[in-house]
């Protein structure tokens, strides 16, 4: 596994006597990344955020580090320029004007070669790359035509802007085709995947289903997963110190430095244009103007660390905030009360625990912010479900966090009533809040970030039995639509895997689950199935009710109708010349056998051992291209598909649902060929994978016995409805 960042997990420490070395660096990505490195024999790229310097690769504790050069005039040009006074402004929305300079984008494009360069050179066969954040949007692409034998992955840590927005930037389908070169990509908020997704409609017009990306390569289509990942903390560690008693002390003592205020106010951002500093500054001035809130009752501290000061834009927003600051201080301060305490500088962990620990309001004002984790630092470190959080609707966490008081921050009278609103709340109402506050952060910590992408890239994770909540929500989405559809494949989905497939058979309380849904109104339940129709009836034994989808969809039957299928003349004789070809095969392979289908053969290898197998589907794969060369080939478990008419479960599916008028779907299976069934679905449809493997489904379940749960928590659910 490697990892590509702007900077590496590792900083230089250079001190004044001239000694200098190397310590980690504080921050959830690398609290989240750093023990699945150390699993994965992993190694980190990036930069070591000293100028014209280069350093050799090493290991720290238990991971590759290899640093990437960066020069003096890269770093005003590519880092300063083009990531940070282009990309940055127009991922927020223009919030302060982008600059446009063909000189910073030939360094943004020089250095992402040297990152993707580096990746590629120390990679394994097969790895797995994942790609951090707006500063490397390049490198996917560059990696595949370097190295496509590797796993790409790509997440954007930032916004990613409405279509009018980014169509603005002079190389946006550069950008786009770079994004694209990746098997998965991230996104915070689910806008911001569809933001990119219309991106990609409009300049290039590729088709978008669902969270599927269909990327033309040659005669083929590469399939691409943009969807999103939000981000989170490491919740735990940020718990456990807030409980440290010498961190409770230490926010007894804030408080009682600033004059033990009934009120303690709270920002902690970077000090940039984005995070509403101004307007929160402005409404609190307001309110001590109003005598909405006194100095004695009430105090803002604002931490806003050092950010980007060599950029003229940030240097212009620090003195317009001090001045701002200063006139407030002027204005309302007591000497005993100071309205405002600033404060420019970083802290340590511990520091800003007890920060949150004082702070009776949270203000996180964001004009725009990709997630925001100081929020959820905040929520994480009052374990005595206290405090309130006024949270910005323009920030990601405000997906998540809904019991925060959300604000629009360009509304400053909305904001001062909200922030009067979370200065007055009874302390019955804060906790409520603060409770559902805390099991959102606590379920879905970093780890659990990392893992769901990682997940969704790999397809390599343990699985839990029974349905995860997240499911179960969606279960209960679905169970509320006007007209449903559960689309099911069966062999390892409703039955388990068997030796003689005339011996599968569902499950009881699947098919009872099944029944029960078909009771419900609007409700139609299909078998999507790579057998022969004769074949899927007689293992299924379907209720009257249930459609049927046979040969990936070649076959067809509706409700109480049977299935039919006219072949051609020509189809005919292939399928007559393709019978010789497997014949043969298997009769050099004891063990396989051929499976016969209305409009093709399988060639079924379960029995022999891997690398038997491997030999038996490689003879028939050489034979049939050689001799039948158009005729489409499906890969599965232990099995090789021909079919002389081309159809696949995606298809099915989009015939089922034009058939039964459905307003959602939701479809499951656990082979690789109802991946076409699941890149079919529609925004609002639901895709569950049984079992392990890279997969476009959002959900996932162990096996069999964790399907016949989900139905019947479906079919409960639907009745209720």
Not at 31 to 41: F, S
Not at 322 to 335: A, F, H, K, M, Q
């Amino acid at each position: 596994m490697v990892i590509v960042s702007n900077r590496l997990p590792v900083d230089y420490d250079e001190q004044p006597d001239g000694s200098a070395g190397w310590k980690t660096s504080p921050g959830g990505l690398v609290t989240a990344l750093e023990p699945i490195m150390r699993a994965a024999d992993g190694a980190w790229v990036g930069w070591a955020g000293v100028a014209d310097r280069e350093f050799a690769p090493f290991e720290n504790d238990g991971i590759s580090i290899i640093p990437v050069p960066l020069g003096e005039d890269e770093i005003q040009e590519y880092y300063e320029g083009f990531s940070n006074d282009t990309l940055w402004p127009l991922y927020h929305d223009v919030i302060a004007p982008p600059t446009y300079h063909r000189e910073w984008w030939d360094a943004y494009v020089r250095v992402n070669r040297r990152f993707a360069e580096a990746a590629a050179r120390a990679a394994d066969e097969g790895a797995t790359v994942w790609v951090q954040d707006y500063q490397l949007q390049l490198v996917p692409k560059m990696l595949r035509e370097a190295r496509p034998d590797l796993v790409i992955g790509f997440f954007n840590h930032i916004p990613f802007p409405a279509y009018g927005i980014y169509s603005q930037l002079p190389w946006r389908r550069q950008v786009i085709e770079g994004l694209l070169g990746a098997d998965v990509i991230g996104f915070q908020r689910q806008a911001d995947a569809g933001n990119f997704q219309r991106a990609v409609r409009r300049l290039y017009g590729y088709t978008t289903r669902g969270a599927v990306v269909e990327v033309p390569e040659g005669d083929d289509v590469r399939r691409v997963i943009a969807r999103h990942f939000p981000i989170s903390i490491d919740a735990d560690g940020f718990e456990q110190l807030a409980r440290r008693p010498d961190v409770q002390a230490r926010a007894k003592e804030i408080r009682e430095g600033l004059g033990n205020p009934k009120t303690v106010m709270l920002g902690v951002d970077r000090l940039d244009y984005t995070k509403g500093i101004r307007h929160r500054l402005k409404a609190f001035g307001e309110l001590l103007r109003d005598g909405r809130l006194s100095v004695s009752d009430a105090s803002l501290v604002q931490v806003a660390s050092p950010s980007r000061e060599r950029v003229e834009t940030y240097r212009q927003l620090r003195d317009e905030i001090e001045l701002t600051v200063g006139r407030l201080n002027g204005d309302y301060s007591t000497i005993s009360h100071q309205a405002i305490a600033y404060l420019h500088h970083g802290y340590p962990r511990e520091e800003m625990a007890a920060l949150y620990l004082a702070a009776d309001v949270m203000l996180v004002t964001a004009l725009r912010d990709g997630m925001n984790l100081v929020a959820k630092e905040y929520v994480a470190s009052r374990f005595d479900e206290d405090g309130v959080l006024v949270l910005s609707e323009f920030a990601g966490a405000a997906d998540e966090l809904r019991q925060s008081v959300l604000v629009n921050p360009h509304d400053i009278e909305g904001l001062k009533d909200a922030m009067v609103k979370a200065a007055e709340m009874p302390r019955k109402d804060r906790a409520k809040r603060m409770r559902a506050l805390r099991r959102r952060v606590r379920d879905y910590d970093v780890a659990r970030w990392s893992a769901d992408f990682l997940e969704t890239l790999t397809g390599n994770a343990t699985i839990r039995p029974g349905v995860r909540d997240d499911l179960g929500r969606a279960l209960a989405r679905l169970a509320a639509t006007e007209r449903l559809l559960v689309a099911l494949d069966f062999d390892g989905t409703l039955a388990p895997h068997v030796d003689v497939p005339d011996d599968a058979r569902a499950s009881d309380g699947a098919k009872r689950s099944i029944d029960r849904l078909l009771e419900s109104k609007d409700t139609a339940v299909a078998f999507v199935s790579g057998r022969a129709i004769d074949s899927l009836r007689h293992v299924s034994d379907p209720h009257d009710d249930v459609l049927l989808a046979g040969s990936h969809g070649v076959e067809l039957q509706f409700a109480g109708g049977e299935g039919a299928l006219d072949l051609h003349e020509s189809e005919i004789a292939d399928l007559h010349a393709l019978a010789t070809i497997l014949d043969e095969v298997v009769a050099s392979a004891p063990g396989a056998w051929v499976e016969r289908k209305p409009a093709g053969l399988a060639l079924h290898t379960r029995k022999l051992s891997a690398s038997a197998g491997e030999k038996a589907q490689r003879a028939a794969r050489t034979r049939v291209k050689q001799e039948l060369p158009e005729l489409t080939l499906r890969d599965g478990k232990n099995v090789l598909e021909f079919a002389v008419r081309s159809s696949t479960k995606g298809d099915a599916i989009a015939r089922l649902r034009q058939h039964t008028g459905a307003t959602a779907v939701l479809y499951v299976g656990d082979d690789v060929t109802d991946e076409d069934g699941f890149a079919a679905l529609e925004p609002g449809d639901v895709g569950v994978k049984v079992g392990q493997g890279r997969t476009f489904a959002r959900y996932r379940v162990r096996g069999t016995d964790d399907v016949d749960r989900l139905l019947e928590m479906l079919a409960e659910l639907r009745a209720a409805r």
